[in-house]
Structures are given as C-alpha cells and as structure tokens.
C-alpha cells in the first residue's frame, strides 16, 4: 500500500515533501506499533498523512484532529480516495479542550506537533493525557529536542532557542535558513523553532508515568544507568510515555 497511498498524496499535495515525510513516518513508527493498539487517537494529524502511516503498519482504529480546518478538509479527501473513513479525521479548533470523554483512548500520537505549539503548552500537554486510558501510552515523536545544541528543525543556528523569542527572531531573520516560514512574528510563533524538552514535557503530567525507550545505542545506555532520559540529548527524541 505504501507507493498506493504515495501516489494519492501527490496527487491531493503536489509536494513531494510530504510523500518523503510519509514514508518516513512510516518507517518511524513500524518499531513503535506494540504502544499502539486498541483505539488511537492522532493529535494534529494535519492532512492525515500519519492517519495514512499507521495503516500502512497496521494500526486501524484511528481518530485524527486537526485545528486547521483547510488541512483537515484536504486530509479528508486524501483518505477517501484512501479506502478510508474521512469522518475520522475531524476539525478540533481548539486542541486544548477535546471533545473527548476521560480515559477514551489506548494510545494517544503527536507527530512533528509539539513545537508547533507556542509556549506554555502545559494545557495541551494534560489534555492528551486526560483522554488517554491508565496502561496506555502517549507517543510523542519528530519534534526536536530543546535541549540539543543547534536548533535543528527552523533556522539551522546553534544556541538560538535558548534565547528570548524577540531576540531570536531578529537573529533568525538575519542568519538562519528558510527564513519564509517565519517572516512575520506571528508565523515565528508556529514555526516549531523553541522545540520542547523531556522537563516541560513531564512536569505537565497528571498522575504516575513511566518512560520505554530503545537502548541500543551506548549513549542511550549511558544516560540510563545515569539516571537520565535516554533521549535526552538527541535531536529528534522518541519519547514513549506509560500511564500508570
């Protein structure tokens, strides 16, 4: 299905772009298909390319929301001509408040969302845990990690995130790439240049958790033993959260 969905894709979004992130979506979350059984909920599923990621792997029972209504009207055709239900994929302007009772989800992914979302997110952060059922797991994947070095999502500068946001856009304007997603203060705020980190991330959670992650690499295994998040200092952390 995957050069089927490809092909459906080019032809609702003539960016290749987005077929390249498809695939590699699907690549990302094929390991990660053991945390999403049973009903998921897709957190900013845009124009459903993740909707279309999880089925290639398996995971059926979906329901995406989006707070763009254009995306989700695209996304709701490209699942149509999908084989899918497009009434899966619903507009949620506010994704801070869910139409959604308590516990109603098994698994709960936010894919290249997070750092779309201008700080505080804390609010946000709650709500897709409110909805997510004790034993599940929220699977927070492709936003980049505040605490690495260089910014490696928006501008390409190294430290640039770290600093107060009036400064940083005067200094991306000026130094950093792809400087037409971010021409106007407002387009900045969106632009996913603050990232977030495994601390903002956790301090907003209700309740007990507890963190899975893949060791296999020696820093992994390092921070670990530490005592740290393995994924602390990588660019683009996997973080999958239980809650107990």
């Not at 005067?170 to 400087?179: P, Q, V, Y």
């Amino acid at each position: 299905m995957d050069d089927v969905y490809a092909t459906i894709l080019r032809r609702y979004i003539e960016d290749d772009t987005q077929t390249r992130r498809y695939r590699n979506a699907v690549a990302m979350l094929a390991p990660l298909v053991p945390y999403l059984r049973g009903q998921v909920l897709d957190f900013g599923a845009s124009r459903g390319l993740s909707m279309l990621a999880l089925a290639e792997i398996g995971v059926s029972d979906t329901t995406g929301i989006e707070p763009n209504a254009i995306r989700v009207a695209t996304g709701k055709r490209i699942l149509a001509a999908a084989g899918m239900n497009p009434d899966r994929l619903a507009h949620v302007a506010d994704t801070g408040h869910l139409p959604f009772a308590a516990e109603a989800f098994d698994a709960v992914l936010a894919l290249a969302v997070f750092e779309h979302i201008p700080q505080p997110r804390a609010k946000y952060i709650r709500e897709v845990w409110r909805v997510l059922r004790p034993g599940g797991y929220l699977l927070i994947a492709e936003t980049p990690n505040k605490y690495y070095p260089v910014e490696v999502h928006t501008t390409g500068l190294p430290l640039i995130h770290w600093l107060p946001s009036r400064l940083a856009h005067r200094i991306a304007l000026r130094f950093g790439r792809n400087r037409e997603w971010y021409a106007t203060r407002e387009k900045w705020a969106c632009s996913g240049w603050r990232g977030m980190g495994f601390h903002e991330l956790t301090a907003a959670l209700d309740g007990p958790w507890q963190w899975l992650h893949d060791d296999t690499r020696p820093r992994h295994r390092r921070l670990r033993a530490l005592g740290f998040f393995p994924g602390l200092i990588d660019p683009y952390p996997v973080y999958v959260l239980q809650k107990s």
